[in-house]
């Protein structure tokens, strides 16, 4: 990747457009970032959820606050003044990107 390009999240069966999926990339640009330890400490956070270790999960990170139990996750703007709705995606779909977004970070450093 050229010096100062971003990287676009994208993972399989993601619709560009759709609402949950737009919000998805954008917590991962926005909150995750291209950090792999962090991505990964979230990743734990989300598998502990969806296997039942945990019922349920909350962080307030950068741009977004998310929520998340085994099914649902909420995913809601951290500040007001952005004037964005809450958007829930099935939490499945949450992690789907979050592991190809932890590919991408990998490639793009390695």
């Known amino acids: ?8 999240p994208d993972w399989p069966g993601r619709i560009v457009g759709d609402e ?9 640009v926005l909150d995750i970032q ?4 962090w991505a ?7 598998d502990a959820i969806i296997n039942g270790s945990e019922d349920h999960w909350e962080m307030a990170m950068n741009a977004y606050i998310l929520k998340m139990d085994a099914a649902i996750c909420e995913i809601a703007p951290a500040y007001e003044e952005q004037d964005e709705e809450i958007v ?13 977004w932890i590919k991408q970070i990998d490639q793009s450093t390695g």
């Open 1 to 8: 990747m050229a010096g100062g390009e971003m990287m676009v």
């Open 20 to 28: 949950g999926h737009d919000r998805i990339a954008a917590c991962l």
């Open 34 to 37: 291209n950090a792999p330890e």
């Open 40 to 46: 990964q400490i979230v990743l734990d956070r989300v």
């Open 88 to 100: 829930w995606v099935p939490s499945l779909e949450f992690r789907a990107a979050l592991v190809a």
